[in-house]
């Protein structure tokens, strides 16, 4: 009994796992009527002296996290954010690079290759930077709430797609038996 008492508390652990990777971010009640989601990253990306002091949503994927005497400096590529808040897979979907800046300490170990964030910020203007070769307006916010995204590993996502296996099997002993399968599964 004890067994079937366990099992039953892990199923239900698993899925309350997964409704909250699959959930939407949740704003802190104190910033969700100071953000204004009518403001649009392209408008920032061209006209940041009109939004400044303008509380937004922005998301992308972290490119490099910096240690600086202020405070820890991400470098975003912007990325559309879907109906959860969770940033859009298509880098081509991009509309330019921003910096956001936490005055608090973040290691940047915290954000490996491929970290999508959703930041919750303040628009501060503008930093001149070098993009490869060329001079680049980088549009800046200071992070207000920061959300990182986990990615699921294979194992975690389940069965999302085809899959294809071959099982094969077979038995010593008095008697000479075995057996093929071919298995396809969506």
Not at 13 to 29: Q, R
Not at 47 to 70: C, D, F, N, T
Not at 121 to 128: Q, S
Not at 172 to 177: D, H, I, P, S, Y
Request: proline share 6%.
């Amino acid at each position: 009994m004890k067994l079937r008492n366990l099992m039953g508390w892990l199923c239900l652990g698993l899925v309350w796992v997964g409704a909250c990777a699959s959930s939407p971010m949740e704003i802190p009640e104190t910033l969700k009527n100071q953000v204004d989601p009518g403001i649009t990253f392209s408008q920032i990306l061209h006209h940041p002296e009109s939004y400044q002091g303008k509380m937004i949503m922005l998301g992308g994927e972290v490119l490099s996290a910096r240690r600086l005497a202020e405070g820890t400096r991400l470098e975003v590529l912007q990325l559309p954010l879907d109906d959860s808040q969770r940033p859009v897979v298509t880098r081509t979907d991009s509309q330019g690079r921003f910096f956001a800046m936490e005055k608090a300490f973040l290691d940047p170990a915290m954000f490996p290759p491929n970290t999508r964030v959703t930041i919750v910020g303040e628009v501060t203007g503008t930093i001149a930077a070098k993009l490869d070769e060329m001079d680049y307006q980088y549009p800046t916010v200071v992070i207000k709430h920061l959300h990182v995204w986990i990615e699921p590993t294979m194992a975690e996502e389940g069965n999302s797609g085809p899959w294809y296996s071959i099982f094969g099997g077979g038995s010593t002993g008095g008697r000479v038996g075995g057996g093929v399968g071919i298995g396809v599964g969506f």
